[in-house]
């Protein structure tokens, strides 16, 4: 890793960070300061932990100390937060996506009215299954669950069809888009074993061939997954709010599932 540069600088800071607990401390050559990160709190592994800083110019006040402790902080957290992006982005891609992603919940777009849509059953599937509508909940719960969260991961899978009416073209695509995204979730929760996760795939859940809703409880509660949509978020907006395309071409189909982790609590 580069340092950080400056050139006003005069003074070497050599800085450690301890990300196994709630409240990071930073270490100076010069004084201790605790910290509570902006973005995220992870127990990685995967990370540089020892970080080399060059910041800036002499200490003469406590004011001028203070702010430079704040410099040298956000500095940290703003690569630590670019090493965590780029991490997710390329398990997903050795995992098999297309195109990969992250931005911050904060920024999805919803549309509560797409749970309209479920309600009139255009999938077959409502009031079918433990993790679809109306089993799932309210959407407004749903969309606040999303913005507990620090960082979403955005997986896309293009599929290619013979025309625009090859149906069977777009369930082999959405099979395969499923497999990608189920070794893009295994690989992101064997790197960040001790995150709690969200996962959200495109359309309903279909681990088993026929879910015990609602007469006896969802056989396998970890492996469900809900849809995107279920959750009211507008996937196409979603798209190119983190720099991807809803349409990759002519004769072609796309998948969209998210992995959204660092719960703020």
Same mark, same amino acid.
């Given at each position: 890793?580069?340092?950080?540069?400056?050139?006003?600088?005069?003074?070497?800071?050599?800085?450690?960070?301890?990300?196994?607990?709630?409240?990071?401390?930073?270490?100076?050559?010069?004084?201790?300061?605790?910290?509570?990160?902006?973005?995220?709190?992870?127990?990685?592994?995967?990370?540089?932990?020892?970080?080399?800083?060059?910041?800036?110019?002499?200490?003469?006040?406590?004011?001028?100390?203070?702010?430079?402790?704040?410099?040298?902080?956000?500095?940290?957290?703003?690569?630590?937060?670019?090493?965590?992006?780029?991490?997710?982005?390329?398990?997903?891609?050795?995992?098999?996506?297309?195109?990969?992603?992250?931005?911050?919940?904060?920024?999805?777009?919803?549309?509560?009215?797409?749970?309209?849509?479920?309600?009139?059953?255009?999938?077959?599937?409502?009031?079918? !299954?433990?993790?679809?509508?109306? $089993? #799932?909940?309210? *959407? %407004?719960?749903?969309?606040?669950? &999303?913005?507990?969260?620090?960082?979403?991961?955005?997986?896309?899978?293009?599929?290619?069809?013979?025309?625009?009416?090859?149906?069977?073209?777009?369930?082999?695509?959405?099979?395969?888009?499923?497999?990608?995204?189920?070794?893009?979730?295994?690989?992101?929760?064997?790197?960040?074993?001790?995150?709690?996760?969200?996962?959200?795939?495109?359309?309903?859940?279909?681990?088993?061939?026929?879910?015990?809703?609602?007469?006896?409880? !969802?056989?396998?509660?970890?492996? $469900? #997954?809900?849809? *995107? %949509?279920?959750?009211?978020?507008? &996937?196409?907006?979603?798209?190119?709010?983190?720099?991807?395309?809803?349409?990759?071409?002519?004769?072609?189909?796309?998948?969209?599932?998210?992995?959204?982790?660092?719960?703020?609590?």
């Amino acid at each position: 890793m580069s340092p950080l540069q400056d050139e006003k600088i005069s003074t070497v800071y050599f800085i450690s960070i301890d990300l196994t607990t709630s409240k990071n401390r930073v270490k100076t050559r010069q004084k201790s300061v605790d910290i509570l990160p902006h973005f995220c709190i992870f127990h990685l592994t995967s990370l540089p932990f020892q970080i080399y800083s060059y910041t800036g110019a002499q200490k003469n006040t406590n004011n001028l100390e203070n702010a430079l402790d704040v410099r040298i902080t956000f500095a940290i957290l703003k690569t630590m937060e670019n090493e965590i992006n780029q991490s997710l982005i390329n398990l997903a891609l050795a995992s098999g996506a297309t195109f990969a992603a992250t931005m911050d919940p904060a920024q999805i777009p919803y549309a509560p009215e797409l749970r309209g849509a479920c309600a009139q059953n255009y999938c077959g599937r409502f009031a079918t !299954c433990w993790v679809g509508p109306p $089993a #799932i909940g309210e *959407v %407004e719960d749903l969309m606040a669950q &999303v913005q507990t969260y620090r960082i979403a991961l955005v997986i896309q899978t293009v599929g290619q069809l013979e025309d625009s009416y090859d149906y069977e073209g777009m369930m082999v695509a959405k099979d395969e888009h499923i497999d990608v995204y189920q070794k893009a979730l295994a690989a992101v929760r064997s790197s960040f074993p001790h995150e709690r996760l969200l996962a959200l795939d495109a359309g309903c859940c279909d681990l088993c061939p026929e879910c015990t809703y609602p007469d006896e409880p !969802c056989r396998h509660p970890d492996e $469900a #997954i809900p849809s *995107v %949509e279920a959750y009211g978020i507008n &996937v196409n907006p979603m798209l190119e709010t983190c720099g991807l395309k809803y349409n990759n071409g002519k004769d072609t189909v796309s998948y969209v599932g998210l992995i959204i982790l660092g719960r703020k609590d």
